[in-house]
T-cell receptor, first 116, second 110 residues
Framework: EPEVTQTPSHQVTQMGQEVILRCVPI?????FYWYRQILGQKVEFLVS????????KSEIFDDQFSVERPDGSNFTLKIRSTKLEDSAMYFC??????????????FGNGTRLTVT | DAKTTQPPSMDCAEGRAANLPCNHS???????VYWYRQIHSQGPQYIIH???NNETNEMASLIITEDRKSSTLILPHATLRDTAVYYC???????????FGTGTRLKVLA
């Protein structure tokens, strides 16, 4: 069964550094998402992306964050200057089509980001 | 998103059916109900979704009440590997985001 893959599984970075988290969505999917989960807390929506544009974003997704689909297969989340509070699991997700009624999101297994 | 309410935790004996309830009394007529689970800190795993009719797949069954204000996820023969946090989500139609609550922590007991 096709799946969303994320790399790396664990990323350690120093405060103030830039990080790029990478995702390969399911190949025929058109909608892409990033969520995060701080340890012990809820899974939180960050951003959705379609047709090379951000569709929706949350308050968390400030100017320090950006997303990109640099080629036909990858979807990336960049954090420009990491803070301690950015430490979390970051999950990428994709869905087939908004036109497919009820098309569910499929999540990757996440990248654990640790900011020291 | 339609507000969903789930019990914080449930236990189920291995081999028995696990019935996980969810209330979504403010759901609109065209909003789907989705169920996901999260095992440890893995990514949320899609289980099943439905609109009005009951649904069944290889993982579970979803029973939606006629008024659509509540639903029940049924794992017919729970195993130890079904121990997880189960989330019921009813995203607002036309939005792309899911709002995850705290879910139900299901513990399957040997």
């Amino acid at each position: 069964e096709p799946e969303v893959t994320q790399t790396p599984s664990h990323q350690v970075t120093q405060m103030g550094q830039e990080v790029i988290l990478r995702c390969v969505p399911i190949s025929n999917h058109l909608y892409f998402y990033w969520y995060r989960q701080i340890l012990g807390q809820k899974v939180e929506f960050l951003v959705s992306f379609y047709n090379n544009e951000i569709s929706e974003k949350s308050e968390i997704f400030d100017d320090q964050f950006s997303v990109e689909r640099p080629d036909g297969s990858n979807f990336t989340l960049k954090i420009r200057s990491t803070k301690l509070e950015d430490s979390a699991m970051y999950f990428c997700a994709s869905s087939e089509s908004f036109d497919t009624p009820g098309s569910p999101l499929h999540f990757g297994n996440g990248t654990r980001l640790t900011v020291t | 998103d339609a507000k969903t309410t789930q019990p914080p935790s449930m236990d189920c004996a291995e081999g028995r059916a696990a019935n996980l309830p969810c209330n979504h009394s403010t759901i609109s007529g065209n909003e789907y109900v989705y169920w996901y689970r999260q095992i440890h800190s893995q990514g949320p795993q899609y289980i099943i979704h439905g609109l009005k009719n009951n649904e069944t797949n290889e993982m579970a069954s979803l029973i939606i009440t006629e008024d659509r204000k509540s639903s029940t996820l049924i794992l017919p023969h729970a195993t130890l590997r079904d121990t997880a946090v189960y989330y019921c989500i009813a995203p607002t139609s036309g939005t792309y985001k899911y709002i995850f609550g705290t879910g139900t922590r299901l513990k399957v007991l040997a």
